[in-house]
């Protein structure tokens, strides 16, 4: 959460200055930490590789709000307490998976379950991740480049 809380902080704060319009760059820090949930792998990934999807969700955001097109979806504290109130058994899973890159087998001896077992947990947390941030994705999701 720690991560998550500083990168939203960070999005925000820059597209501010970008944009001159605090509420503007919420919501684009809102939609872009959207799309990292959305594809949650990222977040195993430090340096260019994380901060190179930021880039790209967020410029995408920039360029809609420059143009008045920015769609106005959930808030911050609407997504921050969606991701406060995740299930124990997801972000056991999701810290296993998308933070430390564990793969099935590590997994499902980390678990104490068979292979099978973790893979299916593992999907269900994906959508379960999809599911949470499709609130405050735009109606048409992330852009085509970003599926």
Same mark, same amino acid.
Request: glycine letters at 8%; aromatic letters at 6%; proline letters at 4%.
């Given at each position: 959460?720690?991560?998550?809380?500083?990168?939203?902080?960070?999005?925000?704060?820059?597209?501010?200055?970008?944009?001159?319009?605090?509420?503007?760059?919420?919501?684009?820090?809102?939609?872009?930490?959207?799309?990292?949930?959305?594809?949650?792998?990222?977040?195993?990934?430090?340096? *260019?590789?994380?901060?190179?999807? =930021? !880039?790209? /969700?967020?410029?995408? &955001?920039?360029? @809609?709000?420059?143009? #008045?097109?920015? $769609?106005?979806?959930?808030?911050?504290?609407?997504?921050?307490?969606?991701?406060?109130?995740?299930?124990?058994?997801?972000?056991?899973?999701?810290?296993?998976?998308?933070?430390?890159?564990?793969?099935?087998?590590?997994?499902?001896?980390? *678990?104490?379950?068979?292979?099978? =077992? !973790?893979? /299916?947990?593992?999907? &269900?947390?994906? @959508?379960?991740?999809? #599911?949470?941030? $499709?609130?405050?994705?735009?109606?048409?999701?992330?852009?085509?480049?970003?599926?």
């Amino acid at each position: 959460m720690t991560r998550v809380c500083a990168t939203y902080d960070a999005i925000t704060y820059t597209c501010q200055h970008r944009l001159g319009n605090r509420q503007l760059a919420e919501q684009v820090g809102t939609q872009v930490l959207a799309g990292l949930l959305a594809k949650p792998k990222v977040f195993r990934y430090f340096g *260019l590789p994380y901060s190179g999807r =930021i !880039a790209r /969700l967020a410029e995408a &955001r920039l360029a @809609e709000a420059r143009e #008045g097109r920015l $769609a106005q979806v959930a808030s911050w504290p609407h997504l921050l307490q969606a991701l406060t109130g995740l299930p124990l058994e997801h972000q056991e899973v999701f810290v296993l998976t998308c933070v430390r890159g564990d793969d099935d087998g590590q997994l499902a001896s980390t *678990l104490g379950c068979d292979t099978q =077992i !973790a893979s /299916l947990r593992r999907h &269900r947390t994906m @959508e379960y991740m999809r #599911g949470l941030a $499709a609130c405050a994705l735009p109606s048409d999701g992330l852009p085509e480049d970003e599926e």
